[in-house]
T-cell receptor
Framework: GQNIDQPTEMTATEGAIVQINCTYQ??????LFWYQQHAGEAPTFLSY????GLEEKGRFSSFLSRSKGYSYLLLKELQMKDSASYLC?????????FGPGTRLSVLP | SQTIHQWPATLVQPVGSPLSLECTVE??????LYWYRQAAGRGLQLLFY??????ISSEVPQNLSASRPQDRQFILSSKKLLLSDSGFYLC???????????FGQGTRLTVV
């Protein structure tokens, strides 16, 4: 089976750095995705990790450790528009298993 | 380029009424198609997925059904809505297994 866990909520200050963690237990591994979802909108793709290490993409970076079943999303230079839910997801056969999402609130 | 269309954006329906939500994908062939539901403040729950025309797999038993009458069309239906069917419904497609998912705009369904 598949199980993904994330913190429910996080709060950070504009301009700061925040790390959102995701732990997963999967039978078989085909990478890990991160999506951003603003309230009332559809999720949009942020990053994909299949090998261990850090993938950097502008202000956003994603890290994966397959041996530890652990990933994190790092957001730098936080902006108010980064207030959203962040979902990690693991492919499972033809499907995805999504974590519950972490709701990030960026405060001025 | 590929696009996904989902409609309607919002819907208010009485208990016991039927439901039909439609999703179409343009610019690709033989996509994997998905219907998810998201309750307020919660994660995505997979309802149905399809890897080809007429092939539907159900993840959660409920009073909903799905159909794929054409390669790039995915329909979510119900004969009689329940209050518990309220939620945010999302259609998504991927080019294949373990690849990035692209989501439609979502349908906010309120059953009253």
């Amino acid at each position: 089976g598949q199980n993904i866990d994330q913190p429910t909520e996080m709060t950070a200050t504009e301009g700061a750095i925040v790390q959102i963690n995701c732990t997963y237990q999967t039978s078989g591994f085909n990478g890990l995705f991160w999506y951003q979802q603003h309230a009332g909108e559809a999720p949009t793709f942020l990053s994909y990790n299949v090998l261990d290490g850090l993938e950097e993409k502008g202000r956003f970076s994603s890290f994966l450790s397959r041996s530890k079943g652990y990933s994190y999303l790092l957001l730098k230079e936080l902006q108010m528009k980064d207030s959203a839910s962040y979902l990690c997801a693991a492919p499972y056969g033809q499907n995805f298993v999504f974590g519950p999402g972490t709701r990030l609130s960026v405060l001025p | 380029s590929q696009t996904i269309h989902q409609w309607p954006a919002t819907l208010v329906q009485p208990v016991g009424s039927p439901l039909s939500l439609e999703c179409t994908v343009e610019g690709t062939s033989n996509p994997n198609l998905y219907w998810y539901r998201q309750a307020a403040g919660r994660g995505l729950q997979l309802l149905f997925y399809s890897v080809g025309i007429g092939q539907i797999s159900s993840e959660v038993p409920q009073n909903l059904s799905a159909s794929r009458p054409q390669d790039r069309q995915f329909i979510l239906s119900s004969k009689k809505l329940l209050l518990s069917d309220s939620g945010f419904y999302l259609c998504a497609w991927t080019p294949g297994a373990a690849l990035e998912a692209f989501f439609g705009q979502g349908t906010r369904l309120t059953v009253v």
